[in-house]
């Protein structure tokens, strides 16, 4: 019973962590476009550590402060609201009674500790923080550099553990049980997948392949090839549930049709 309520405003938490995710994702990309300077400062977070002084410069001198003020005070709270989304659904998969049972007394039993992971994932959010910190505070070309880089090369660090935690849980939770629809499906579609690879290498290995795309656009008769080049490409990949039929229901498609015609 117990086990159950916590289920429930576990998931109720979750329906309200990833709203308040994607609303901060939306103000993120409208901070970040009002803030907008150049090439060289893109963003609020621009990284230039050589050029620290330099750079605080150009963005008082745009006006461009109270977005970049704005953009770490957001950011603090669009961090924590992903690494609860991703903190909840890895523990909600790893820590379980099956496995804390199978892991009791032995020396790897922390891995199926909430704590674990709550400590891992608080640790990641505190040093963005920190960095985000480090954005506002420090004015000092010689000490923010040497702050930010120590600060932000131990974030990308537990960042990298966390999105490892999360795509082994994908791993298992969806590709794992799946794994033979997956197999029938790349069987099914490879005529399809393989008009993909083809077009892809065409594209990157060509000198100025990737241009081509743009190129094919920039007239009304390219604009025609580029039309035509999409209906065939669209038969030959409609025909995708043939070839699944084909391929997984031979017993079917090659039986006679007895009482026909």
Not at 23 to 50: E, G, R
Not at 143 to 162: N, S, T
Request: aromatic share 18%.
């Amino acid at each position: 019973m117990f086990q159950t309520i916590n289920i429930v405003i576990s998931h109720i938490l979750n329906k309200y962590v990833l709203t308040i995710f994607i609303c901060l994702s939306l103000i993120m990309v409208v901070i970040n476009h009002f803030f907008y300077i150049d090439d060289f400062i893109p963003a609020a977070q621009f990284a230039h550590f050589d050029l620290w002084q330099y750079s605080l410069k150009v963005i008082e001198d745009e006006g461009k402060n109270n977005w970049y003020n704005l953009y770490f005070t957001v950011d603090v709270l669009w961090a924590a609201s992903v690494l609860i989304l991703v903190f909840n659904m890895v523990t909600s998969f790893i820590v379980t009674e099956r496995r804390k049972k199978y892991y009791t007394n032995t020396f790897i039993s922390f891995i199926t500790n909430k704590t674990t992971y709550a400590l891992i994932f608080t640790a990641t959010w505190v040093f963005d923080a920190m960095e985000n910190l480090g954005y506002l505070v420090y004015q000092d070309e010689i000490l923010a550099p040497k702050y930010l880089e120590l600060v932000v090369g131990i974030k990308i660090g537990l960042y990298a553990f966390c999105v490892v935690l999360w795509l082994l849980v994908l791993y298992k939770k969806y590709v794992v049980p799946n794994s033979k629809n997956f197999k029938i499906f790349t069987k099914s579609a490879s005529v399809s997948l393989l008009f993909l690879i083809v077009i892809a290498a065409l594209l990157t290995q060509m000198e100025q392949g990737s241009s081509l795309v743009i190129a094919l656009l920039s007239s009304p008769v390219n604009m025609f090839v580029v039309g035509m080049m999409l209906v065939i490409l669209s038969i030959i990949f409609s025909h995708y549930p043939v070839y699944f039929l084909f391929y997984n229901f031979t017993e079917i498609t090659c039986r006679p049709m007895h009482g026909l015609g």
